[in-house]
C-alpha cells in the first residue's frame, strides 16, 4: 500500500478539512511524489481513505494537467510555450531539447531519465524563457544554460541552476522606496 | 529618475531582509493584528477597507471591503476564508514574489481579514507548480503558530485563526473563485453558476470570501496607516492604493514594479522596464494579463487605474503588462493566447470549450497561409457567440486577443489570407470528395 508509510502525513492532511473529498489533491499530489505518477493502485487507495469509489477520484484526478495518469522520466522538463515566453525565445529552446535529448513533446529518453512537455504558463514571466524541472524552477534560459541543467541533473541528479525565492528585478537600484 | 511609493515591496527590498518572522516583526509585523485582535469591531474593520477603497487585484478588481460585507452576520457559521494563490494569468507573477520573499505580511493580512468576516480558517489554494512558495509559506506558518499569530485563543483575545496551504494540481480555471472552491471541496475545478454567491454559498456551502494575494497583503498596511493614508494614494476615489505590476516581454527590464495606480505605462514601459529591449519601437501591449485585450503605443500615456485603462478599451486586469517590438506577428501573439485558453477552458459551458477549439484552428490556418477570404467574419461571429454566453467570465477573457487584434491590426490577418488566396492555384491538397462523386469513384474500382 502506498500510504502505509505516510499514516501520519495522510492524517494530517485529512484533519485539514470538515469534509473527506477536500484531501483529494492533497492525496494524488502526495501519491505522485511516491511514485512519480498516479497509478491504478493509488486511485483505488485514495478512493478507499475519501470513502468514494474509483472512478470518482480518477474523473477528478484527469482534470488537472500536473497529474502523470501513466509514468514518466525521473526529470519531468516543462518549457513554458506561452506567449509571454514564446516572445523571448521559448520556442528554439524547446527544438534544442528535443533535438538533444532525441526526443518529441510528450515523450520520455529510453533511458527513463528526461520527459519532456511544452506547457501552458508557469507564472514566470519576466524571467523567460523558462521551465520547470520537477519542483524546481530554471529561469533566464540560454540554450547554453539548459545543455548544463540537462549535464548536471544526469550527472549528479540536482543542478545549482536552479531559481531560488523569486525577486525580478533583484533590487530596484534606480527606485528609492519611501 | 522618477520615484513610487511602495507599500508591498517595501520590505523585501531591504538589504538582508530574508522574509522570517524575525525579520518580519522586525520591521513592525503582526503589529496591525495585535492592534485589531479584540479591540476593533469587526465591523470597523470592515469599514475600514471599505473607506480605504482597497480592490481585488486578482482581475476583477471588486471593492474589498464590498465584497466581506456581504457575508451574512448572522449566520451560525462556520466562515471561510480562501486566499487565491492560483496565480496563473499569462503575463502576471507578482504573488509569486508576495509569497516567497516575504510570506508573513500575507498572513497576517489572512488574520486580519479572518477576524474581519468572523472566519476561524483560511485555505491558501497555491497552484501546483509553486513549490517552493509552498514550502515557504508552510514554514512561515508553522513559525507564526509558534508565536502565537496563529493558532487558537490568539494574544489571549479568545480570536482563533487556522491556515492551511492548499496545493493544486495545475488547472488555470482554478483561480476563477468558484472554480477555486470547487478544487478545494475536491472536486473538478469547474466554476459554479452563480447566484448564489460564495459569500452565502461558498466553501462548503457556507459563507465565504475570496481574495487575491496581494489584496489581503494590503490589508495590514492600511490596519497600521489608516484607510485615509491608503485611499490618498493613485487614483481616488475609484482606484486607489498601489500595485504590484509584472511587466514582460520585450522590454530591457523585465519584473515587478509597484507603482501608485495613478503611474502611467509609460511610468511602467519606460522609466521603470527601461523601454524596448532592442532598436525596434513599441508595436503592442498587452494592460493586464492575457484576458485584457491588447492596446496601442497610442496608450501608453493611458494610467494604471481600473477605469483609465476600461475607458481606453481594455483592462487592467491582474496587472501584468507584457510588452511586444514591431516585427511581432499579432496574429501569431493572437494565436499563442487561444492555445493557452483552448488548453485551458474546463469544458463546462458549449460556447467556450467548442468556440476556443473553432478559433485556434482558424488562426493556425490563417498562420499556415491557408486562410480562406471568409474566416475573419466567422472568427468574429465566434467571437459574439462566445462572449458573455458562459457561467464564468473565461468566455470574456479569451475572446480578447483575437477581437483586439482584429481591431487593431486587421491588416495583417488580410495579407495572410491574400497570400494564401494567391497559393490555392499552386498547392497541390488532397481532394475533398461529394458523397456522388465518391460513389463514383468507388464503382469505377470495384
Known amino acids: 500500500m502506498i500510504f502505509d508509510k505516510h499514516q501520519e502525513t495522510v492524517d494530517d492532511i485529512l484533519s485539514r478539512y470538515p469534509v473527506r473529498r477536500s484531501a483529494m489533491l492533497p492525496l494524488l499530489n502526495l501519491a505522485q511524489r511516491e511514485e512519480g505518477y498516479v497509478s491504478q493502485a493509488a486511485i483505488r487507495e485514495i478512493a478507499g481513505i475519501l470513502d468514494l469509489t474509483p472512478p470518482q477520484v480518477f474523473e477528478t484526478a484527469t482534470f488537472y494537467t500536473m497529474l502523470n495518469l501513466k509514468p514518466i522520466g525521473k526529470f519531468h522538463i516543462q518549457v513554458c510555450r506561452s506567449l509571454m515566453c514564446a516572445l523571448v525565445g521559448a520556442d528554439p529552446l524547446i527544438e534544442w531539447l528535443r533535438t538533444h535529448l532525441g526526443i518529441g513533446v510528450g515523450q520520455t529518453t529510453d533511458d527513463k531519465l528526461f520527459t519532456l512537455s511544452a506547457v501552458e504558463c508557469l507564472g514566470s514571466c519576466g524571467t523567460g524563457p523558462m521551465m520547470q524541472i520537477n519542483d524546481d524552477y530554471y529561469e533566464r534560459l540560454t540554450e547554453e544554460k539548459v545543455g548544463l541543467i540537462v549535464r548536471d541533473l544526469r550527472e549528479t541528479g540536482d543542478s545549482a541552476m536552479k531559481s531560488g525565492p523569486f525577486m525580478v528585478p533583484e533590487r530596484s537600484k534606480d527606485v528609492v522606496s519611501s | ?446
Open chain 2, 1 to 446: 529618475m522618477k520615484t513610487f511609493e511602495k507599500i508591498l515591496l517595501t520590505n523585501m527590498e531591504r538589504p538582508g531582509y530574508t522574509g522570517s518572522l524575525s525579520d518580519y516583526e522586525g520591521t513592525g509585523g503582526y503589529k496591525a493584528l495585535k492592534t485589531v485582535l479584540g479591540n476593533v469591531p469587526p465591523n470597523d474593520l470592515i469599514e475600514m477597507v471599505k473607506k480605504s477603497g482597497l480592490r481585488g487585484r486578482g482581475g476583477a478588481g471588486f471593492p474589498t471591503g464590498v465584497k466581506w460585507g456581504f457575508i451574512p452576520k448572522d449566520h451560525p457559521g462556520p466562515r471561510y476564508l480562501c486566499c487565491n494563490a492560483d496565480e496563473s494569468e499569462p503575463g502576471t507573477f507578482k504573488d509569486r514574489q508576495l509569497m516567497e520573499r516575504d510570506p508573513h505580511q500575507i498572513l497576517e493580512g489572512i488574520a486580519i481579514s479572518c477576524y474581519a468576516i468572523g472566519a476561524q480558517t483560511a485555505y491558501i489554494y497555491i497552484r501546483g507548480e509553486f513549490r517552493l512558495a509552498a514550502k515557504i509559506l508552510e514554514r512561515a506558518i508553522t513559525e507564526a503558530y509558534q508565536a502565537g499569530h496563529l493558532g487558537s485563543d490568539i494574544y489571549g483575545s479568545g480570536i482563533t485563526v487556522h491556515v492551511y496551504v492548499h496545493v493544486g494540481a495545475g488547472a488555470y480555471i482554478c483561480g476563477e473563485e468558484t472554480a477555486l472552491l470547487e478544487s478545494l471541496e475536491g472536486k473538478r475545478g469547474k466554476p459554479r453558476t452563480k447566484p448564489p454567491f460564495p459569500a452565502t454559498h461558498g466553501l462548503y456551502q457556507k459563507p465565504t470570501v475570496v481574495n487575491n494575494v496581494e489584496t489581503l497583503a494590503n490589508v495590514p498596511h492600511i490596519v497600521n496607516r489608516g484607510a485615509d493614508w491608503f485611499a490618498s494614494i493613485g487614483a481616488p476615489p475609484k482606484s486607489t492604493g498601489t500595485r504590484v505590476f509584472c511587466l514582460s516581454g520585450h522590454v530591457k527590464r523585465p519584473g515587478n514594479y509597484e507603482l501608485p495606480v495613478n503611474a502611467t505605462f509609460r511610468d511602467l514601459i519606460y522609466e521603470l522596464g527601461g523601454g524596448m529591449r532592442s532598436d525596434k519601437p513599441l508595436k503592442a501591449f498587452i494592460p493586464g494579463g492575457a484576458s485584457a485585450p491588447f492596446l496601442t503605443p497610442d496608450h501608453v500615456d493611458v494610467q494604471l487605474d481600473f477605469e483609465s485603462v476600461a475607458l481606453a478599451g481594455s483592462m487592467s486586469g491582474s496587472g501584468g503588462i507584457t510588452v511586444m517590438e514591431e516585427g511581432t506577428s499579432m496574429v501569431w501573439a493572437a494565436l499563442r493566447l487561444m492555445e493557452f485558453f483552448y488548453h485551458e477552458s474546463c469544458g463546462k459551458c458549449t460556447p467556450c470549450r467548442e468556440g476556443s477549439s473553432w478559433i485556434v484552428q482558424i488562426l493556425q490556418r490563417i498562420m499556415n497561409k491557408q486562410g480562406r477570404p471568409d474566416d475573419l467574419r466567422t472568427l468574429t461571429e465566434i467571437c459574439e457567440n462566445i462572449g458573455g454566453r458562459t457561467v464564468c467570465a473565461f468566455g470574456d477573457a479569451e475572446i480578447a486577443p483575437v477581437q483586439s487584434t482584429l481591431k487593431y491590426w486587421r491588416n495583417e490577418y488580410e495579407a495572410l489570407i491574400e497570400e494564401a488566396e494567391a497559393l490555392k492555384g499552386s498547392r497541390k491538397e488532397i481532394p475533398v470528395l461529394s458523397v456522388a462523386q465518391a460513389r463514383e469513384v468507388e464503382g469505377s474500382l470495384s
